[in-house]
């Protein structure tokens, strides 16, 4: 019997659809071309060591988790600090939030990138944009985020401290030309929730959409090679039919589903490092001040959730600038960086790097409400790359699929 959907793809933008139809009780197939389902946000066990696949967190501000009812509390969250550590010219600035961490911000201001102007354009910028409905945010004037940062007031050397090396971690690119509304609705998310991580790594928040669904509706190495409507082929000849096909197929294009605001995508290296020793910095994300050198961040995700390590070891996560990717024995150069930084005090054994190619999409625009490409009668497409790059996006697009029925 041929079911009522087949979603081609098993990231969480499927998975979010599949997980949303089981509860309905509709029928539904999904093929995942890979060996496992979560697409983009996967882990590895790699020597009793847990490593994302490049650096992710979960942000618990996301609408999506109370829109979906998903219970984000089963994953034992743990949240890095608020805030970052700024290593800058060889000594460490720390700057918080200070309506969670009271005074620590005021050490801040000991940076010399640090203006009491720019702090006090923080807290004007979180006040804006806890008000701001997200919808508003995402119909604001199409500019760069270096362009509306500028425009708010904030200081050439606070933005080359703080807001690039932060938000480029996140962008996946170095000179802020990502789109403004995707930085206000991250800082927007940070302001109402904190930065997290599962405590068995990201990969566990695809065990609990998956939890939901049954495992024979999941096909895992059933890579799709052609769609028409009511109809998919599979890599190996298999035809399977259904009114309803969704591509929720990522960054990889498809047959007809790359759109003009979507020209490339953005690639991202981390390396991993095992310590005996913590650094002081522990649960904040370090930034690189400094416009030169490999490094762009990092942290100590054992800091924030010692599970990711075997016993008596700490996890050390370094991300490169967007512009470099790992080539063998960089990472004796990105520890003589750390060193340098005054990062780390201590010797580290280099562990592994993982380079994501792909990581996410380059949008020149971007929207709120995902968009549903139709290719042909009864086949959509979606996913991040048709609203902004985000689980919270990818979640919104499964559940919007879902709402078509
Ligand atoms: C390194 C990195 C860091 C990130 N950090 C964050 C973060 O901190 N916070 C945040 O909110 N978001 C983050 N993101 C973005 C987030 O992970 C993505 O927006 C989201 O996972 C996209 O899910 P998706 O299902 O739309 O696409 P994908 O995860 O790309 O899933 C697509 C799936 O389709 C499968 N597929 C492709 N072609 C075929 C085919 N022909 N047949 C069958 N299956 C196919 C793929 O194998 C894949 O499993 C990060 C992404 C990366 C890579």
Request: glycine content about 8%; charged content about 20%.
């Amino acid at each position: 019997m041929s079911p009522e959907v087949i979603i081609v793809g098993g990231g969480i933008t499927g998975l979010s659809a599949a997980r949303l139809l089981s509860r309905k009780g509709v029928t539904f197939i999904l093929l995942e071309s890979a060996s496992e389902i979560g697409g983009r946000v996967q882990s590895e066990l790699y020597d009793g060591y847990s490593l994302d696949k490049g650096f992710q967190i979960l942000n618990t501000g996301y609408p999506e988790w109370e829109n979906q009812q998903i219970n984000i509390h089963a994953l034992s969250l743990q949240s890095f600090a608020s805030g970052a550590k700024i290593f800058q010219d060889g000594k460490v600035h720390t700057l918080a939030d200070p309506f969670r961490d009271g005074l620590i911000a005021f050490q801040a201001f000991f940076s010399k990138s640090v203006s009491v102007k720019d702090m006090l354009l923080v807290l004007k910028l979180r006040f804006l944009l806890k008000r701001q409905e997200i919808v508003r945010i995402f119909a604001m004037e199409n500019q760069s985020t270096l362009h509306f940062l500028q425009q708010f007031g904030f200081s050439t050397p606070f933005i080359e401290a703080f807001f690039k090396p932060f938000y480029s971690g996140i962008f996946l690119e170095s000179e802020l030309r990502t789109p403004a509304s995707m930085f206000a609705f991250v800082f927007k998310a940070f302001a109402e929730g904190t930065a997290a991580l599962p405590q068995k790594g990201m990969q566990q928040l695809v065990r609990l959409l998956s939890s939901e669904i049954n495992d024979e509706n999941i096909l895992t190495h059933s890579k799709v090679t052609q769609v028409q409507s009511g109809m998919v082929t599979l890599s190996d000849g298999t035809t399977l039919t259904a009114p309803n096909i969704w591509i929720t197929t990522g960054t990889r294009p498809f047959q007809g589903v790359q759109r003009k605001e979507w020209q490339d995508n953005h690639s991202t290296s981390v390396l991993y490092f095992s310590a005996d020793i913590a650094p002081k910095w522990g649960r904040f994300i370090g930034l690189n001040a400094a416009k030169t050198g490999l490094i762009n961040h990092f942290c100590m995700p054992s800091s924030v959730q010692p599970s990711y390590c075997p016993e008596g070891k700490h996890l050390l996560s370094v991300s490169l600038k967007p512009q470099w990717e790992y080539i063998e024995g960089m990472e004796q150069k990105v520890v003589d960086e750390l060193i340098a930084m005054n990062a780390i005090q201590h010797p580290v054994s280099f562990l592994k790097a993982v380079t994501v190619k792909g990581a996410l999409p380059n949008l020149v625009s971007m929207r709120y409400e995902p968009e549903l490409i139709k290719l042909h009668d009864g086949v959509l497409a979606t996913g991040d790359f048709a609203a902004y790059p985000s689980l919270n996006a990818a979640l919104h697009a499964g559940r919007l699929l879902v709402e078509t029925l």
